[in-house]
């Protein structure tokens, strides 16, 4: 398969462009997208063929549901069987937004498209070209994340051709993505909503809008969990660079001094090793390919540029990464619950 690489304009696609999506969707085929947070590999959502097209392109398990993007608030109601109350407040004030609100689901909804699951999870991108995407596959589009399953998730065209060239029919190239980390999930199937995947809408957020909100015990704490999560996704090993990586963590110049000597002996035998650091401290490391993803005061340059710092860092020859850990204020337990899985919750304790 040849996949076809479209530019989208700022704010909108062309109408060849418009056409040509609509035609791969109605027959069934593969076409990833920018939205806000991560590029999707968008599917007919209603269709069980094409959902399971983007299974075998991703090399994804079949028990992982996908989540169905919508473009008008009205098409959920075709699509559940109830929206409670909370979630109509949730859906006004972060709708479209990156925010995945997990509902029970009525039978227009494949149990291709849902992993079997009596439930499907539910997006309104707030992203322009995304919305239009959804449009012309006819109003629900399962997405995944557009990369091969286990590997960083695209914030870049480029990484999901990395990954998916000749294996979709076309990607829609709208530059880099703004936030960098996939949305919050949240259950609203239940009598309490639940957090399962963190993302840039945090728990306050969503509480200052509905009161009580919980955490999924799965994505809490830095050791894995062992029960088994609700959000099926977060079982697997997810978002790894290939060369084994390691977060050390503690006071800033015990970690430095941490990742020093680790890298030194590194050096020493023989190999290279990477280094994850900040602006703030890429200085206080001495050898080694220093990457600084971001500015800790600005923590949202941490989290546009970890998923592309992770994939740059295959393109080098280190045969191990060591990272510094970013609990930062608002958007920390998104950063940490995806690194710490990109780590295999390998983890260094300093001081
Ligand atoms: O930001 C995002 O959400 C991106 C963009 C493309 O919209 N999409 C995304 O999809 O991250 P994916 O497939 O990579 O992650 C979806 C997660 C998985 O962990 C999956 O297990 C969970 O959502 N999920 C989907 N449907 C669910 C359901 N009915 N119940 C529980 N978890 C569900
Ligand atoms: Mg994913």
Known sequence: MNTR??????????????????????????????TETVYGLGADALNPQASEKIYQAKGRPSDNPLIVHIAKLSDLYTIVREVPDKAVRLAGAFWPGPLTMIFKKNDRVPYSTTGGLDTAAVRMPGHKIALEVIEAGGGFIAAPSANTSGRPSPTLAKHVLEDMDGRIDAVIDGGKVGIGLESTIVDMSGSIPVILRPGYITREMMEKVIGSVEIDKAITGTVPYNGRPKAPGMKYKHYAPRAPLTIVEGETRLVAEKINTLVKEKIQLGYKAGILASEETKDFYTQGIIKAIGTRSREETIAANLYASLREFDETEVSCIYSEAFYTPHMGNAIMNRLLKAAGYQVITVG
Not at 7 to 34: E, H, M, S
């Open 5 to 34: 690489r479209i530019i989208a304009g700022v704010n909108n696609l062309n109408k060849a462009d418009f056409n040509t999506i609509r035609n791969i969707f109605k027959n069934g085929g593969l076409v990833a997208f920018p």
